[in-house]
């Protein structure tokens, strides 16, 4: 994209939100603030965001997800079936449809998954199936630390269906492991916290934090390479402090802040039971189905990945989710260093590289500009370039090589 396309929204000017991952979200144009809970992605965010739910897809898809969309609007009768119409009140937003009947914005989706495939699986044969999403959700929560609660978010919530508990430990166990992949791609520092109810007679539930400095939850956590243990305060172990002894592995544990990534429920026969979903069992007899229930908060990933991964000078990113991949910054562009850039902008993917064109712009400027978007590679076209030909290559880290102009593409690509 050419800078003097792009709408970007960055800023260079302090603000005043919460946190400095607040800050930067908004400097960096990701995400703009438009009242209390309410957040709108600017194309920066978009992109990432569209990043970063491609890489969660292909992982769901990898395990045998196969994806659906639920509507956001539910009507109250199947809300009372599994009886939470009631217990969600005060965090659900509800609304009455013009020949007044009782709609919620959806806070979750265990009872849609269960109306949809209602009727449509029938024998124990079609199970054990994943099914999941990407769509909002919305809770009329405490709105704080920006993308992190919010009224309305992003979630890849996902739903397995089974005829045993077996099977559904088996699949629970694979959602599980295949989210600890997707944290481990992203680069991410995290802790998994066993839930309240891993407690409670066989079912289990596990709890994915980031560990950020400006996370919102306290976390003790486990220091040691490749142990992922951590609790929080609603743990069972959650009187857990720092300097205790990790419970897998010995080592100390160390208290800080997380943010929630996602959370992996068994659910048993909860929702089904309540709501009469069941399969025709080898035997003849009708059997409720076992479920699980398994999300992602993408908007608060996206923030975690900022809050983990940014330096002083802006946004970095793991592999893959940044923005764009290359900035091409010439010191001013006309001439021959246009004509460079030009052809360097056409040799790279057009739609992944930033070409500084505005001439609104100074060096220091196009500079400023890409670290703080987080562009993983800055191809600068200045005096060296004039002298010899070759392009200065720097990687956002600071690492810099001359390379010839034709060898860019091969490079970054
Ligand atoms: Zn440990």
New binding site residues.
């Given amino acids: 994209m050419r800078r003097s396309d792009a709408v970007l929204f960055t800023s260079r000017e302090e603000t005043d939100h919460e946190n400095r991952t607040v800050q930067l979200i908004h400097r960096a144009g990701i995400a703009r603030q438009l009242g209390s809970g309410l957040y709108a992605l600017a194309p920066v965010g978009q992109r990432v965001r569209a990043k970063v739910i491609a890489r969660v897809e292909c992982e769901m898809d990898a395990i045998g997800g196969q994806q659906v969309t639920l509507p956001s609007l539910n009507g109250d009768d199947i809300w009372r079936q599994s009886g939470r119409w009631e217990s969600f009140e005060g965090e659900m937003l509800t609304v009455e449809s013009r020949d007044g009947k009782s709609l919620c914005l959806a806070p979750s989706h265990e009872e849609g998954i269960v109306s949809l495939v209602d009727g449509a699986v029938r024998s124990y044969d079609d199970l054990p199936l994943l099914l999941y999403q990407v769509t909002k959700k919305y809770r009329d929560d405490h709105a704080r630390n920006g993308l992190v609660r919010t009224k309305e978010f992003t979630m890849k919530d996902a739903y397995s269906l089974h005829t045993s508990r077996e099977s559904l430990a088996e699949w629970y166990d694979r959602v599980r492991e295949a989210y600890a992949r997707i944290f481990e791609e992203f680069d991410l520092d995290f802790a998994v916290t066993a839930a309240e109810n891993e407690v409670m007679g066989g079912s289990g539930s596990a709890e994915f934090h980031a560990l950020v400095e400006t996370g919102s939850e306290r976390v003790r956590y486990?220091?040691?390479d490749g142990?992922?243990?951590g609790v929080t305060d609603d743990s069972p172990r959650g009187s857990l402090s720092a300097g205790d002894s990790?419970?897998?592995?010995?080592?100390d544990?160390a208290a800080g802040n997380g943010i929630e990534l996602g959370h992996v429920f068994k659910l048993g026969t909860r929702y089904s039971e309540a709501m009469g979903l069941t399969v025709d069992a080898p035997d003849g007899t009708e059997q409720a189905v076992v479920m699980g229930s398994y999300g992602i908060g993408i908007e608060r990933l996206v923030q975690a990945l900022v809050a983990q991964h940014a330096d002083g000078d802006g946004c970095r990113w793991p592999d893959g989710v940044a923005p764009f991949e290359v900035a091409i910054v010439p010191l001013s562009y006309e001439g021959d260093v246009r004509e460079a850039a030009d052809r360097l902008y056409e040799a790279c993917d057009p739609d992944e590289t930033l070409l500084f064109d505005d001439a609104g712009q100074h060096i220091g400027e196009r500079f400023a500009e890409s670290d703080l978007l987080g562009v993983p590679w800055k191809v600068v076209l200045g005096n060296h370039f004039s002298a010899t030909g070759e392009v200065e290559l720097e990687s956002r880290d600071g690492e810099t090589r001359y390379v010839a102009v034709d060898e860019v593409a091969d490079i970054v690509g």
């Avoid at 990790?246 to 080592?251: A, S, V, Y």
């Fill in positions: 486990c220091r040691a142990c992922r243990f990790c419970p897998d592995c010995g080592n544990l």
